[in-house]
């Protein structure tokens, strides 16, 4: 069991910056690939990034490759998601994920936190 707790959200302007973390806690954190993934308003949830175990590897949605950068401190049990550029349309509930593998599909992850809101004001 792992429960992973979210932090870091806000309002921010457009063209602003925010660093979301996502704290892990429970069974061994470097055991698992870390994903971010977001829901706005009245959409469905969509992945944003991912992680690999170590940290080698990471992988982002074509969308936001430029702007936001996914990374993990295995010592601290944290994943972040740096995000630079914010546009209005990057408004959503932000949650973290664990999974056995980076990988863009929900349905890979088994755990998952309660999500923290980030806001992004024209």
């Known amino acids: 069991q792992v429960q992973l707790v979210e932090s870091g959200g806000g309002l921010v302007q457009a063209g602003g910056s925010l660093r979301l973390s996502c704290a892990a806690s429970g069974r061994t954190f470097s055991s698992y690939a870390m994903g971010w993934f977001r829901q706005a308003p009245g959409k469905e949830r969509e992945f944003v990034a991912c992680?690999?175990?170590?940290?080698?590897?990471?992988y982002a949605a074509d969308s936001e490759k430029a702007r936001f950068t996914i990374s993990r401190d295995n010592a601290e049990s944290t994943v972040y998601l740096q995000m630079n550029s914010l546009k209005p349309e990057d408004t959503a509930e932000y949650y973290c994920?664990?999974?056995?593998?980076?990988?863009?599909?929900?349905?890979?992850?088994?755990?998952w936190g309660q999500g923290t809101q980030v806001t992004v004001s024209s």
């Open positions: 992680i690999s175990r170590s940290g080698g590897s990471t």
């Open positions: 994920a664990a999974s056995s593998t980076c990988n863009i599909y929900q349905t890979k992850y088994y755990y």
